[in-house]
């Protein structure tokens, strides 16, 4: 059975900084896109970030560029979220999901994703 389990979200103080994981569980990994989604509270989800199936292309919100890393681990069948310089604005729910993708750069559009954590919570306050 296919699962994402999000790790790592908590309390953080504004500037600081947060590495969520996501780990999967149930497919064959190496084929699949992984992207990081988020939403406030009273807001749409929103996408945060994105990595290619092979890794070798990753894309980003205008609003988390410079700020956050995408990266994954084949081995540990994991991707990474690296936030950096955290802004009470980035509080919210993350999830991550995967969907199987038809070329070779993935997408934001979080219709094209098939599957989905559970979410976890980041809350930037001091």
């Known amino acids: 059975q296919l699962q994402l389990v999000e790790s790592g979200g908590g309390l953080v103080q504004p500037r600081g900084s947060l590495r969520l994981s996501c780990a999967a569980s149930g497919f064959t990994w190496d084929y699949f896109a992984i992207g990081w989604f988020r939403q406030a509270p009273g807001k749409g989800r929103e996408g945060v970030s994105c990595?290619?199936?092979?890794?070798?292309?990753?894309n980003y919100a205008d609003s988390v560029k410079g700020r956050f890393t995408i990266s994954r681990d084949s081995a540990k069948n994991t991707v990474y979220l690296q936030m950096n310089s955290l802004k009470p604005e980035d509080t919210a729910v993350y999830y991550c999901a995967a969907y199987y993708p038809v070329g070779a750069m993935c997408v934001l559009d979080e219709a094209e994703y098939d599957y989905w954590g559970q979410g976890t919570q980041v809350t930037v306050s001091s």
């Open positions: 990595i290619s199936s092979r890794g070798g292309s990753t």
